[in-house]
């Protein structure tokens, strides 16, 4: 009667498990099949990409794409100029912004529930509303035209998430583990370097991907503040499209390009992202 009762439940649960592993598969594929079209796009001969009857697969590979997008503009420039401001942008931002969302966490002060109401509102202001205050706040402080006026841009769009997002991880590590750490000898300053901040490693790591990420992609103020001389590598990609039409093959070949400091920072960081989430797990 046991038996009977209990092996109806096996057939179930393998159905279930194959929806969710056909439904895993179809998300896989819409979110790849671009990025594959992009790829497919950079290395077919240009008559190719704009040809009306495409096909799925390549049947002619070729390199001229590539050679082509390096001779359009000044791709090595733009690339270290996104690389310039992506870096120090998520660097400022990590530090900044977990100083301030330890301040907000840890400290009970007047006003910090208008401050944190403050953090999420800025996230709601379409960043298009702000190009025109921008502009002429950068242009009055002599910063229109340069990396460090971007900067202090991308700052203002990036460190809201950062401290709400760092707020959370510090939120969820007890204060007893502080408190223990000093009882044994340690000062505020060294339990905090001691003990949360290794905590707070798998937090700092998502947050920077995501500053990288959005500083990496931004285009609108890098358009409206930086001019061609000292343009941004998403910029750069415009100088594709020109009165005579697109370049489309040549531009999936730059975008190609473009996307590799992406892929290569997501996988040195992801096994240390997923090892660091583990670690936080058993010491807290």
């Known amino acids: 009667m046991a038996a009977s009762t209990v092996a109806p439940a096996r057939p179930t649960r393998k159905k279930t498990k194959l929806g969710w592993n056909l439904l895993g598969l179809l998300v896989f594929v819409t979110a790849g099949f671009p990025v594959y079209w992009m790829l497919n796009t950079a290395f077919k001969p240009a008559k190719d990409a704009i040809d009306p009857d495409p096909h799925l697969f390549p ?50 002060f007047r006003g910090r529930k208008i401050v944190i109401v403050g953090i999420l ?30 900067i ?28 223990a750490a000093m009882v044994d000898g340690c000062s505020r300053t060294g339990a905090f370097i001691r003990v949360v901040f290794p905590l707070l490693a798998p937090g700092m790591v998502a947050t920077s991907v995501y500053g990288f990420i959005q500083a990496w992609n931004e285009y609108l103020y890098a358009l409206m503040l930086m001019s061609q001389n000292h343009q941004t590598a998403t910029v750069w990609l415009s100088n594709f499209t020109t009165q005579h039409g697109t370049e489309y093959a040549p531009m999936m070949a730059g975008s190609t390009m473009m996307a590799v400091p992406i892929v290569i920072l997501f996988l040195l960081v992801q096994r240390k992202m997923a090892a660091g989430l583990t670690a936080g797990a058993v010491k807290g």
């Open 121 to 150: 509102a800025v996230q709601m202001v379409p960043l298009v509303a702000m190009i025109i205050p921008v502009f002429l706040l950068l242009n009055d402080l002599g910063q229109y035209d340069k990396l460090s006026g971007l």
């Open 59 to 108: 049947t002619n590979f070729t390199l001229d794409n590539f050679k082509r997008a390096l001779q359009i503009g000044d791709f090595w420039g733009s690339i270290g100029r996104s690389l310039t401001v992506s870096v120090v942008v998520v660097v400022i931002g990590i530090a900044v912004g977990l100083l301030a969302a330890l301040a907000i966490s840890r400290f009970a």
């Open 152 to 179: 202090i841009t991308y700052l203002t769009f990036i460190l809201p998430f950062t401290v709400w997002t760092l707020r959370g991880f510090i939120v969820n590590v007890p204060k007893e583990l502080e408190e």
